[in-house]
C-alpha cells in the first residue's frame, strides 16, 4: 500500500527506513487511521524524525496526494516575492463589483493555465499570478472569488496543510542558527582521561583490595575530557561580505561552547600568505611559521571562505594584493604547507551559487574537503574531522 | 487490536492537546513503540507525560537524564561499593548478590504488576551513545543482568516516552524505533486555551493584552532564547497578582524579567523597543 509515497519520500531526500514503513504498514492494519488527515500526521510521525524534514515530507505529501500538481512547487524567490503585499491597490465598490466572478473549478482551470503561461513574476496587474493585482490568482489581491497562491490558508485539510510548507524555516540544508550549529561542533570530540583522579577505579579497587587481604582500599582514575583542538580559520575579505553575519554565527557557536581542550582563530584576506590575522581588521599579522611553531599537528582545522580569487592572487609567488613586500610564497604553496602540517584539514563554502565552479574553488578543492556552510555542510565536515586518515 | 484500544487518550484537563499530539500518543500506545517529543523548552513536554498517565489512570515512572547517567543505571546498579563493605565490616548475606541488585527506573517499570508510563526526560542531555546503549532494551523491552543470571523483561510493556531539547543529535538507529512528534510553538488560540486551563478565572481583557504582548516579544527574532509557554503562564500569574495589564506601554512591559531570562536579551530589549522619555514635552498624562 501507498509503496510509491515512499520512494516519493525517497527521491524528496526524506531519509526513511523500510523498518519505518513496516511500522507503518503495522499501524494502517490496527486501524489507526480514518481519513487523510489522520493519515498525513500518522506517516509523519513514524516516518520522520527530524522536524527539519517536515518540509521535505510536505512537499513529498502534496506531491503523491495531489491536491496540487508538482509543476506549482513554487520557487523560493516567487513564494518570498508573492507574501510581500505591496502595491495593494485601493478599489473602490463599484471597481471591486466590476470584477467578474468565476466559480472554483473554473478558478482552478484557469488558475493551472495561467501558470503554464506565465513566465516571470508579475506585480500589481489584472492577469498574472501574482501580488496585490485584481486577477483572480495571487496573494494580497481583491478579487472577490480569488484564489490564494503559497500563503497561509484558512482550510485546514492535509493536502492544505502540507502545501503551506509550515516547516520551511526548520529546514538543515538551509542554514540555521547558533545553537545549531553548536550541536554540530559538540560531535567533535575525542575523549581522553585527562586531570585530577576523582572517579573510582572499582575494578583496580576490588584488586586492591583482595591483595590487602580484605581491608578496603579505594583506587581512583581520571575522567574522560575531550581532548580535540580546534583552529578557525576565517575569510574576512570582502566577497565574504555577504555571509558576514554567517561566519559570525558559526564563529559564536564555535567560540561560546566550551568544549574543545584548546579553540584559536584567525582571520586572512582571500587566501592565507604569510601571515594570519587575530582581529577582523587584519592590522597586525601574526607569522604563520612562528604559529606553526605552538599549533601542534593534532588541532584540527576549519578553514572558512568563499574561495573566490583571481587566479593569480592563488598562484602567484606575489600573490598578496594588499602587500607590496617580501612574500615567501604563493596563496596554494601556503594551503600545501598546511595541509602537510596538520593531519585534519576541512574547508567551508557559504557561497553555494554558480561561483562554486570558479577555477580557484576546483584547486582548493582538490586540497581540502570542501562542504557547504550549513548545517549539514557542518556535520559533514566534522565526520571528516574525526575519522583517522 | 480494535478500534476500541486506538483512541485511549484524549488529553486531560489540565493539559491542551493538538490533534497531531494526540493522534501521535495513541499511535505510540497501539504499536508499543517509545514516543519520542522534541520542541522548544517550556512547550510541555515532560507534560504530556503526567497528562497520560493521569488521565489513563496509570502509574507515572520519572527517569531523569543528567549528563552523567549511563544507560545500564536505567536496568539496574550493582551495589559493589556496599558489597566490599559488607564484607568487610559484616551486615548483609554478602554471599548473596541479589541484595546489591538495584533495579534502575525502567526496570522498576518493567516489573510493575499493571501497565506504566515511563518517562525519559531530556534523553539528549546524556552522553551521545546513552541512546544506542538503550536500543535493545527498549526493543524487547528486557535486560540481563549477569550477575545473578536473570532477565528481566516487561510482563505489560509500558508506555514509553521520551523527551529531547534537540541538543544533540541522537542516531538513526534509535530513531528508527521511535514515533517522533515535533511540539511546534502553538498558535494565538492554542495558546488561550492552554492559559485558560492554568487560569480558568483570568479576565478576557488581561488575556487578549498579554498575549499581544507576549507574541510581540516572540517576534524578535535577535532572542537568543525566545519566551515559551511556561514563562508565559508565570509571567501572566505575576500580572494577576500584582493587577496590572499585560500591556507594553513605550515598550515598557511589568515585569520583563519572568519573559526574559537572559541578559543579553534584556539590554537587546530594552535598547530597542523602549523609547526615551521625552525631555521637552511637558507632562506625560496617562489615567491607569
Given at each position: 500500500m501507498f509503496t510509491p509515497f515512499f520512494f516519493t519520500l525517497k527521491a524528496k531526500k526524506v531519509p526513511v527506513s523500510i523498518t519505518e514503513w513496516m511500522i507503518l504498514m503495522e499501524a494502517l492494519e490496527k486501524g489507526c487511521v480514518d481519513n487523510l488527515n489522520d493519515f498525513y500526521y500518522l506517516a509523519r510521525a513514524v516516518l520522520v524524525k527530524s522536524e527539519t524534514h517536515f518540509d521535505q515530507y510536505d512537499i513529498a505529501f502534496q506531491e503523491y496526494f495531489n491536491g496540487i500538481a508538482p509543476t506549482l512547487e513554487l520557487t523560493e524567490e516567487l513564494l518570498k516575492w508573492l507574501t510581500d503585499p505591496q502595491n495593494r491597490p485601493q478599489l473602490t465598490p463599484e471597481e471591486i463589483a466590476a470584477l467578474q466572478k468565476m466559480d472554483l473549478e473554473e478558478l482552478i482551470r484557469e488558475y493551472e493555465k495561467r501558470l503554464k503561461e506565465q513566465k516571470e513574476r508579475h506585480d500589481g496587474g489584472n492577469r498574472w499570478i501574482g501580488t496585490g493585482g485584481t486577477s483572480p490568482f495571487g496573494h494580497s489581491g481583491v478579487n472577490p472569488a480569488g484564489m490564494l497562491v503559497g500563503g497561509p490558508g484558512g482550510m485546514r485539510s492535509a493536502v492544505r496543510i502540507a502545501e503551506q510548507r509550515y516547516f520551511r524555516n526548520y529546514r538543515s540544508d538551509i542554514t540555521l542558527d547558533v545553537r545549531q550549529l553548536k550541536v554540530a561542533l559538540k560531535q567533535l570530540r575525542q575523549l581522553n582521561r585527562v586531570?585530577?583522579?576523582?572517579?573510582?577505579d572499582l575494578d583496580k579497587t576490588i584488586d586492591a583490595t583482595c591483595k590487602n587481604a580484605g581491608e578496603i582500599e579505594l583506587k581512583w582514575k581520571r575522567p574522560r575530557k575531550n581532548s580535540v583542538k580546534l583552529l578557525l580559520l576565517m575569510d574576512a575579505g570582502g566577497s565574504m561580505e555577504p555571509f558576514a553575519d554567517l561566519c559570525s554565527r558559526l564563529f559564536s557557536a564555535a567560540n561560546t561552547l566550551n568544549h574543545f581542550k584548546s579553540f584559536k582563530y584567525y582571520y586572512f584576506h582571500n587566501c592565507p600568505y604569510d601571515v594570519l590575522y587575530p582581529d577582523i581588521q587584519q592590522r597586525k599579522g601574526v607569522s604563520i611559521e612562528q604559529l606553526f611553531k605552538t599549533l601542534e599537528p593534532d588541532y584540527k582545522v576549519i578553514f572558512v571562505g568563499d574561495a573566490c580569487m583571481a587566479q593569480s592572487e592563488l598562484l602567484d609567488r606575489f600573490g598578496d594584493i594588499y602587500f607590496h613586500g617580501y612574500q615567501k610564497m604563493s596563496g596554494l604553496e601556503r594551503l600545501k604547507h598546511f595541509k602537510s602540517h596538520f593531519s585534519h584539514v576541512v574547508w567551508l563554502n557559504p557561497e553555494r551559487s554558480v561561483l562554486r565552479s570558479y577555477p580557484t574553488v576546483q584547486a582548493i578543492k582538490r586540497l581540502f574537503p570542501m562542504y557547504d556552510l550549513t548545517v549539514d555542510g557542518l556535520n559533514l565536515a566534522v565526520k571528516k574531522l574525526t575519522t583517522k586518515r | 487490536m480494535d478500534q476500541k484500544s486506538f483512541e485511549q487518550f484524549k488529553g486531560s484537563k489540565d493539559y491542551v492537546i493538538s490533534d497531531a499530539l494526540k493522534n501521535a500518543v495513541n499511535v505510540s500506545i497501539v504499536l508499543q513503540r517509545p514516543l519520542l517529543v522534541r520542541g522548544e523548552p517550556g512547550t510541555g513536554k515532560t507534560l504530556l507525560a503526567h497528562s497520560i498517565a493521569s488521565s489513563l489512570g496509570k502509574e507515572l515512572i520519572r527517569w531523569n537524564i543528567k549528563s552523567t547517567t549511563k544507560a545500564q543505571e536505567g536496568c539496574y546498579v550493582y551495589d559493589t561499593v556496599q558489597r566490599l563493605n559488607d564484607s568487610r565490616f559484616g551486615g548483609k548475606d554478602v554471599a548473596d548478590i541479589k541484595h546489591y541488585i538495584k533495579l534502575g527506573k525502567m526496570g522498576q517499570a518493567f516489573t510493575a504488576p499493571s501497565q506504566v508510563v515511563l518517562l525519559i526526560d531530556e534523553i539528549d542531555k546524556a552522553d551521545l551513545e546513552f541512546p544506542n546503549d538503550l536500543l535493545n532494551e527498549l526493543d524487547e523491552m528486557s535486560f540481563y543482568i549477569p550477575e545473578t543470571d536473570e532477565t528481566i523483561s516487561a510482563a505489560v510493556r509500558p508506555i514509553v516516552l521520551i523527551t529531547s531539547n534537540n541538543e544533540k543529535e541522537l542516531p538513526d538507529a534509535f530513531l528508527r524505533r521511535c514515533i517522533f512528534h515535533y511540539i511546534d510553538f502553538p498558535e494565538p488560540e492554542l495558546m488561550e486555551d492552554i492559559v485558560r486551563v492554568h487560569f480558568p478565572n483570568i479576565k478576557n481583557s488581561l488575556l487578549k493584552d498579554a498575549l499581544e504582548s507576549f507574541y510581540t516579544l516572540r517576534k524578535i527574532d535577535d532572542f537568543r532564547k525566545k519566551p515559551s509557554t511556561s514563562e508565559l503562564i508565570d509571567w501572566i500569574q505575576a500580572l494577576m497578582a500584582s493587577g496590572m495589564d499585560g500591556k507594553i506601554k513605550d515598550g515598557e512591559i511589568p515585569f520583563l524579567g519572568t519573559l526574559v531570562k537572559k541578559e543579553a536579551d534584556l539590554d537587546y530589549y530594552v535598547s530597542h523597543n523602549v523609547k526615551k522619555k521625552p525631555a521637552t514635552r511637558g507632562y506625560n498624562v496617562s489615567g491607569n
Open positions: 586531570g585530577l583522579e576523582d572517579e573510582l | -
